[in-house]
T-cell receptor, first 115, second 110 residues
Framework: AAGVIQSPRHLIKEKRETATLKCYPI?????VYWYQQGPGQDPQFLIS???????DKGSIPDRFSAQQFSDYHSELNMSSLELGDSALYFC??????????????FGPGTRLTVT | GEDVEQSLFLSVREGDSSVINCTYT??????LYWYKQEPGAGLQLLTY?????DMKQDQRLTVLLNKKDKHLSLRIADTQTGDSAIYFC??????????FGAGTRLAVHP
């Protein structure tokens, strides 16, 4: 079965640079969520989109922005990167408009290292 | 506020049952989930339970929910070495963000 695709899988950036993470949800899933997992920590919710509109916002820094496109893929843009942004970034998708829409399926993550 | 707590470590012998516990504080939680994370990998949805249920069984997995005490547990029968991973408890009010616990590292030894 198709899964959530994230690219790139690994990314190394320097401080103050920018990064763009991409997420391709499972086909026919209309909702995308972004989470950040620091080393040895639990995933923390950043932001979510339903039908290309922001549906919820968590502890996402102002330096980060995200959007969902007409084909439902999503991009997380991160600017002025800081060492503390080094983490695993997960995208999850769910079929909100279906009965099982509460089930979030996670991608493999993008490991961002800021040096 | 929203808070999910788990014990951090559990060690079991291969073939025994494992029980991972979780407590949550948000009484409006509609769904409670168990996710599995292997080293360097993503989060795999194992199972979930709706808040009006008290038990759900899925092959080797049994989820028990005590809504009064806000206590959730995951029992893995006949634990195998391939079950070694971090298990996250998570809650949500339906279609929104997941709130995760800190994760329980399960180690299975021969």
């Amino acid at each position: 079965a198709a899964g959530v695709i994230q690219s790139p899988r690994h990314l190394i950036k320097e401080k103050r640079e920018t990064a763009t993470l991409k997420c391709y949800p499972i086909p026919r899933h209309d909702t995308v969520y972004w989470y950040q997992q620091g080393p040895g920590q639990d995933p923390q919710f950043l932001i979510s989109f339903y039908e290309k509109m922001q549906s919820d916002k968590g502890s996402i820094p102002d330096r980060f922005s995200a959007q969902q496109f007409s084909d439902y893929h999503s991009e997380l843009n991160m600017s002025s990167l800081e060492l503390g942004d080094s983490a695993l970034y997960f995208c999850a998708s769910s079929p909100w408009s279906r009965g099982d829409g509460h089930e979030q399926y996670f991608g493999p993550g993008t490991r961002l290292t800021v040096t | 506020g929203e808070d999910v707590e788990q014990s951090l470590f559990l060690s079991v012998r291969e073939g025994d049952s494992s029980v991972i516990n979780c407590t949550y504080t948000d009484s409006s939680s509609t769904y409670l989930y168990w996710y599995k994370q292997e080293p360097g990998a993503g989060l795999q949805l194992l199972t979930y339970i709706f808040s009006n249920m008290d038990m759900k069984q899925d092959q080797r997995l049994t989820v028990l929910l005590n809504k009064k005490d806000k206590h959730l547990s995951l029992r893995i029968a006949d634990t195998q070495t391939g079950d070694s991973a971090i298990y996250f408890c998570a809650e949500s009010n339906g279609y929104n963000k997941l709130i995760f616990g800190a994760g329980t590292r399960l180690a299975v030894h021969p």
